[in-house]
């Protein structure tokens, strides 16, 4: 079955890239806009947001027809030079030993394309399973509905009742991911609230925080972008709500 070959790379490594990313500045503002305030109590509004069902839906479309590709191009690449083939061919002239080896890769290949398409046809096979693509979604996917806003020149906090996010505007840092860690980037951009996080290896991600036309919704325009699938985009809509957001003990990103 296909996976995703992820490069292999040590955590000092990424730190030093990751700081002299950081050096090059930020673009975003730490000066808030005038008459720009986040801040207060929203509820995820999912009528009005897109529906992520049809995004994942879209996503496991697209990792069936490039796990099909990779198992055709897989099936169909030429033998290579040198070998001979897992049962080797002693006592034969070069070019009949060159011809087995050749028949022995191509049969270890049909071999191959026909185990992985027998596992993608199985019935409670997943192609996203291993996708750090769907990972990142489905992290953001698991917020709390409710979001606390707290708003100040010189931190913002983005409070889901299970997790507690704090960014200073127009700072850099470095911090964990999935798959090592990632350079951090947050800050204002126009009226919206930005947060870019890079990381060395996986998809970076774009949130942008702002208020609707009318100043009653919060509006979050959620970007991945492309890695083991094409960029994604979602816009998430939060209403103004008086109720008491529900806690858990939070836990900080």
């Given at each position: 079955?296909?996976i995703l070959r992820v490069p292999r790379f040590?955590?000092?490594?990424?730190?030093?890239?990751?700081?002299?990313?950081?050096?090059?500045?930020?673009?975003?503002?730490?000066?808030?806009?005038?008459?720009?305030?986040?801040?207060?109590?929203?509820?995820?509004?999912?009528?009005?947001?897109?529906?992520?069902?049809?995004?994942?839906?879209?996503?496991?479309?697209?990792?069936?027809?490039?796990?099909?590709?990779?198992?055709?191009?897989?099936?169909?690449?030429?033998?290579?030079?040198?070998?001979?083939?897992?049962?080797?061919?002693?006592?034969?002239?070069?070019?009949?030993?060159?011809?087995?080896?050749?028949?022995?890769?191509?049969?270890?290949?049909?071999?191959?394309?026909?185990?992985?398409?027998?596992?993608?046809?199985?019935?409670?096979?997943?192609?996203?399973?291993?996708?750090?693509?769907?990972?990142?979604?489905?992290?953001?996917?698991?917020?709390?509905?409710?979001?606390?806003?707290?708003?100040?020149?010189?931190?913002?906090?983005?409070?889901?009742?299970?997790?507690?996010?704090?960014y200073t505007p127009g700072g850099h840092s470095?911090?964990?991911?999935?798959?090592?860690?990632?350079?951090?980037?947050?800050?204002?951009?126009?009226?919206?609230?930005?947060?870019?996080?890079?990381?060395?290896?996986?998809?970076?991600?774009?949130?942008?925080?702002?208020?609707?036309?009318?100043?009653?919704?919060?509006?979050?325009?959620?970007?991945?972008?492309?890695?083991?699938?094409?960029?994604?985009?979602?816009?998430?809509?939060?209403?103004?709500?008086?109720?008491?957001?529900?806690?858990?003990?939070?836990?900080n990103e």
């Open positions: 079955m296909p040590t955590v000092g490594a990424a730190l030093i890239v990751a700081a002299l990313a950081g050096c090059a500045g930020s673009r975003l503002s730490p000066d808030t806009p005038a008459d720009v305030r986040l801040e207060g109590v929203w509820r995820l509004n999912r009528g009005a947001s897109d529906d992520p069902g049809k995004i994942i839906d879209a996503m496991r479309a697209e990792a069936l027809k490039r796990m099909r590709r990779s198992i055709g191009a897989s099936a169909a690449s030429p033998p290579m030079t040198g070998g001979q083939g897992r049962r080797g061919r002693r006592g034969q002239s070069g070019g009949q030993a060159s011809q087995g080896a050749a028949d022995d890769q191509q049969q270890e290949r049909d071999e191959a394309a026909q185990q992985a398409a027998a596992a993608i046809a199985a019935p409670h096979f997943d192609p996203l399973r291993n996708s750090p693509t769907m990972h990142t979604l489905t992290a953001i996917l698991g917020r709390s509905d409710f979001l606390t806003v707290h708003q100040a020149p010189e931190q913002m906090v983005f409070d889901y009742g299970t997790t507690v996010r704090r470095v911090v964990s991911s999935e798959t090592g860690v990632a350079d951090q980037n947050s800050g204002w951009k126009s009226k919206a609230y930005r947060i870019d996080v890079k990381p060395q290896v996986g998809p970076a991600v774009t949130e942008e925080y702002g208020l609707s036309p009318d100043g009653k919704h919060l509006v979050l325009k959620l970007q991945i972008g492309s890695f083991d699938l094409p960029k994604i985009n979602l816009t998430r809509v939060y209403d103004a709500t008086g109720e008491v957001v529900p806690h858990t003990r939070p836990s």
